[in-house]
């Protein structure tokens, strides 16, 4: 068994290396939720685009660069070790865009994934409700078929970039008469569509990156809905396995994370248990780049995506507790009152992720469920 990289792909990640390098953005990166962040991100997707390196993972005859998962893993970790800013499109590249491959018919796949790719339409993911998250087959979005039209009622919450989206990969309940999970669609809604209201939410660190986005009688066209009509569940799958699994690059980052944590403690002297909880995170930080790399190799199956999930956001917030330690004071200080920035910002990101993709508590009994075989608890 040989656990090193091949020689084309140590060329890979050279060509990747150099081509980042001198190319990335210089300037410092501006939340996308002004027109300057917006324009900046626009820029930096279009010169992705126009060098082919949009997309690593979709296959060549739709745009992407065709990467096999070692290849994709290899574009994750240069593109974290160099900190490049997140993706704007990433719902549209990473979850939206590969379930259209996987469940869209040609005519979708032709109208959707050029457009996602070049940043022309910016998707954003309809899931949660008010009374819909963990248990989120309790949807309540309705969408009735009258003619070639479906009629979309009802709200959505917590959508991530729903302030710049302009399309929303959403889940509705078309069949109100069938059992939970059925009689559910995913269907593709155009935001500027008449009677969509989005309206912003600002999170805890000051940004407004996420939205409720309201529905009333929008007419999304039937032949925007992916999959058979009432089989959303089965399609919604694919996305949410997709958003759960590897958590493309995140190894790296972590890596990253602690390297800056080492920065702190070196230059703020170490306060005591400082470089044993240092080296502690050290540690699960390699043990986890492993389980990334296994995960790459086998394939992660429900319960494995489950344990990276819980390992990697938990690992991250006990990063940034103790990089907050070891700044003391200093950690207090912000820029303006109402925006958080350095590391009170990334650890209020970072608590986020212990919640997106399904929260600790629920990976927590899904280990224990689909990797120990336990009954299943009823959720909340
Ligand atoms: C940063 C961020 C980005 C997000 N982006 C999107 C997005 O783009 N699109 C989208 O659709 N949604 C998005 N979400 C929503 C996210 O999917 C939900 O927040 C998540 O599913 C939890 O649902 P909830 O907030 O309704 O909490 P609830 O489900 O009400 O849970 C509340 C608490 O109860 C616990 N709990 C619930 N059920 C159980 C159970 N059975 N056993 C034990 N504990 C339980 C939970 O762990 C949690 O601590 C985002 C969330 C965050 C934080």
């Not at 893993?73 to 379930?99: F, S």
């Not at 949660?128 to 479906?150: M, N």
């Not at 009170?344 to 600790?360: Q, V």
Request: aromatic share 8%.
């Amino acid at each position: 068994m040989d656990l090193g990289f091949s020689p084309e792909q140590e060329a890979f990640r050279a060509e990747l290396r150099g081509w980042f390098e001198a190319n990335r953005w210089r300037a410092p990166v501006v939340p996308p939720y002004t027109d300057r962040g917006l324009r900046q991100h626009l820029d930096w997707e279009h010169t992705l685009f126009d060098a082919g390196y949009a997309a690593p993972g979709w296959p060549r005859e739709v745009g992407g660069l065709g990467c096999d998962a070692w290849e994709q893993l290899i574009y994750d970790e240069e593109y974290a070790r160099l900190g490049l800013p997140d993706r704007i499109n990433k719902m549209g590249l990473v979850h939206g865009g590969p379930t259209v491959l996987a469940h869209g018919t040609a005519e979708q796949r032709d109208r959707w994934l050029p457009r996602i790719l070049r940043c022309t339409d910016i998707w954003c993911q309809g899931f949660s409700e008010p009374e819909a998250g963990s248990d989120l087959a309790a949807l309540r979005t309705t969408g009735r078929v009258e003619g070639d039209v479906l009629v979309v009622n009802g709200q959505k919450t917590w959508t991530t970039q729903g302030i710049i989206a302009t399309t929303m990969f959403a889940l509705v309940r078309t069949d109100p008469e069938a059992a939970r999970h059925r009689g559910i669609s995913f269907v593709v809604i155009d935001l500027d569509a008449p009677g969509v209201e989005v309206r912003p939410l600002r999170q805890l660190h000051g940004h407004p990156g996420f939205a409720e986005v309201f529905f009333t009688d929008v007419e999304v066209p039937l032949i925007n809905v992916v999959g058979a009509l009432g089989d959303g569940w089965r399609v919604a799958r694919t996305s949410l396995q997709l958003e759960r699994g590897t958590a493309r690059g995140t190894h790296a980052r972590l890596e990253r994370s602690v390297d800056g944590l080492a920065r702190a403690v070196r230059e703020s002297g170490a306060e005591p248990g400082a470089v044993q909880r240092l080296g502690r995170l050290r540690a699960w930080t390699y043990a986890y780049t492993q389980a990334a790399y296994a995960a790459t190799d086998l394939g992660a199956d429900a319960a494995f995506s489950s344990m990276l999930k819980l390992t990697w956001s938990r690992t991250q917030t006990a990063i940034h507790e103790a990089h907050l330690a070891a700044l003391g004071p200093a950690a207090e200080v912000v820029d303006s009152p109402d925006e958080l920035t350095g590391m009170r910002r990334d650890y209020w990101h970072g608590r986020a992720a212990e919640i997106f993709a399904g929260s600790t508590e629920i990976q927590l009994s899904l280990v224990a469920e689909q990797g120990l075989g336990l009954p299943r608890e009823p959720r909340a």
